[in-house]
């Protein structure tokens, strides 16, 4: 393709010598700024690769004072709620992916959303037992307790090495003093404007007078933001889930019908749980597990598409996006079936990554045909054992890796702002199952194991995933996109191993997706047309992407270097690097 021919031949130019396409030789290759856009960004003693420049130089910052990769991360965090309001959050929840240098070992941080204890099954049904849409995406009751900051928190207090305080104290003057309004974020607030403004508080928080985005080059403050922050950096966990803040957030709830009461806030922990593991041509794949889906099934995948030889197919071929496609059905059609919180459902994930399951479910395969999703039902194991997120990766000098993934669920999550706080609330109850059997906002089948129970957590995409080669950290990537993100992440993996990618050719390569239900393949631009036609050919039903599939944000360290690269699907990604 062109563009890949652009890509290799500026690498070429700008990193020579290059070996198979990855990696720089030159101990004086230059750190170029176009690069974050088109080229991998090379550095060797700290890296930040986020959505958003400031929220980046800020974790880079906390790198070069000597902090290590999760106290970047905790900035980087922070900071993304004043910077990137549509995924950046204090409300929210996610998953932190961490690899430690000392002990070389990883550990996953689940600070996803729970459930409200007075939640139940039939929480968003109408009378006549129909879904009452209107609820679930844009009301108070859409909300779940908050887990970001107790995520954060929990980070920074067990593997951080900088005060909590000095780490948040960037994200609280950028809140306090302003920032000048990108046009990134001009479009970002622009495409939301009318749904902000039917809540009184956002559209204080985040529109103009008459109602507008406010305009590129203008300062932008956030005071109410930046004392919220202020109450977490002198009181930690305790300064969000108990206290004024508490009391404000509590206070909106009881205004708008809403469910979260201070005891909800004053139990919500965070919780360290052991990440999934698996290998594809002999690197290892560490990945996030249950009650997220996406490293079951990006393992599950790989598992499968292991036994074929994908080089030899070509990337993105008919064959080659052919078997991709029937890898993706299988697996998420298991996800409709077995995937949940693992607190309240067992979930078989050894049965789901086994490789002789996979070998099983491989032979479903036909090579020349696409099988329907109506012929596809989730594979019998033994039970034994947003598209508006955001995702930054964070690499420091002493060998740590942070891969990170948070969201409110929806771009500005429910669009409710808590007043006196400056934050936005979540609508994450809407990725429960609330009418099992049912397509949900994604458009992913659920069944009964993700229904609504009050301190439950809602199934997750969110994979924020790494690789390792000979036991040392090799890629550390992750992506925005609901149902989208687990299939962004396994190409991005796939284009570094089976392809022999560099870094910045692997996040901008053309994606697809299929989540089984409903039965389309859905393309980005860039797949040639005579490819389609043979995959239409062989029986799928494509369809174009109305709009990008994913937003990868990827390290790589190869030979003592760190290679950096954000996604161009989308404006204001950075690459931050020292």
Not at 155 to 163: C, D, E, F, M, V
Request: proline share 6%; with cysteine.
């Amino acid at each position: 393709m062109p563009h890949r021919l652009i890509v290799a031949l500026a690498l070429c130019l700008v990193l020579a010598p290059v070996a198979n396409g990855r990696g720089p030789v030159d101990t004086q290759a230059p750190i170029i700024d176009f690069g974050s856009r088109f080229l991998p960004v090379v550095a060797r003693q700290g890296m930040v690769v986020g959505p958003e420049r400031l929220a980046s130089e800020i974790g880079l910052g906390i790198l070069a004072r000597g902090g290590n990769a999760v106290d970047a991360a905790v900035a980087t965090g922070f900071a993304l709620a004043v910077t990137y309001p549509r995924a950046g959050n204090l409300a929210g929840g996610g998953f932190m992916l961490v690899h430690l240098a000392e002990g070389n070992r990883q550990t996953l941080i689940d600070y996803r959303e729970t459930a409200p204890r007075s939640a139940d099954r039939d929480l968003f049904l109408n009378e006549a037992g129909e879904l009452d849409n209107q609820r679930v995406y844009f009301s108070h009751q859409a909300a779940g307790v908050p887990g970001t900051v107790a995520g954060l928190v929990l980070a920074q207090t067990r593997y951080g090495s900088l005060p909590l305080a000095e780490v948040m104290a960037p994200a609280i003057a950028l809140a306090e003093n302003g920032l000048e309004v990108s046009f990134a974020l001009n479009l970002e607030i622009a495409a939301r404007a009318e749904r902000l403004a039917l809540n009184p508080e956002a559209r204080k928080l985040f529109l103009t007078p008459a109602g507008a985005a406010p305009e590129v080059g203008t300062t932008w403050r956030q005071p109410e933001l930046a004392w919220t922050l202020r109450q977490i950096a002198e009181h930690g966990h305790d300064g969000f889930y108990a206290g004024e803040v508490a009391a404000r957030l509590v206070a909106e709830m009881k205004a708008g019908n809403g469910l979260i009461t201070a005891e909800d806030l004053a139990g919500y922990r965070a919780l360290e749980r052991e990440p999934v593991r698996g290998s594809f041509q002999g690197v290892e794949v560490v990945s996030t597990p249950p009650p997220s889906s996406g490293g079951v099934h990006i393992i599950q995948m790989l598992n499968i598409l292991e036994g074929y030889d994908l080089a030899a197919m070509g990337h993105n071929s008919a064959a080659y996006i052919h078997h991709l496609a029937e890898a993706m059905k299988l697996a998420y059609a298991d996800r409709s079936e077995y995937l949940a919180d693992p607190d309240f459902q067992p979930v078989p994930v050894a049965r789901l990554v086994d490789k002789d399951y996979a070998a099983r479910q491989r032979g479903l395969i036909d090579s020349t045909r696409a099988t329907p999703s109506t012929e596809i039902a989730p594979g019998r194991v033994l039970l034994d054992e947003s598209r508006d997120t955001t995702h930054y990766s964070v690499a420091d000098r002493f060998g740590n890796v942070v891969s990170n993934t948070y969201t409110l669920n929806f771009s500005f999550g429910s669009h409710i702002a808590v007043p006196g706080t400056g934050m936005l609330l979540n609508n994450e109850m809407a990725d429960f199952a609330a009418n099992p059997g049912q397509p949900n906002a994604f458009g992913l089948v659920e069944s009964e194991t993700n229904k609504i129970e009050g301190g439950k957590r809602p199934l997750s995409s969110m994979s924020p995933t790494m690789l390792f080669r000979d036991g040392k950290p090799w890629l550390a990537t992750g992506s925005p996109g609901g149902s989208l993100i687990i299939t962004a992440v396994l190409q991005t993996v796939l284009n570094a191993t089976a392809f022999d990618m560099n870094i910045a050719s692997a996040a901008a390569e053309a994606r697809v997706h299929h989540q089984w239900q409903p039965d389309k393949l859905v393309v980005e631009q860039g797949i040639s047309p005579d490819t389609l036609r043979l995959l239409e050919g062989m029986g799928h039903t494509v369809d174009l992407a109305p709009r990008t599939l994913g937003r990868t944000q990827s390290i790589m360290l190869e030979r003592g270097y760190l290679l950096g690269a954000t996604d161009t699907r989308r404006p204001g990604g950075h690459v931050a690097s020292y």
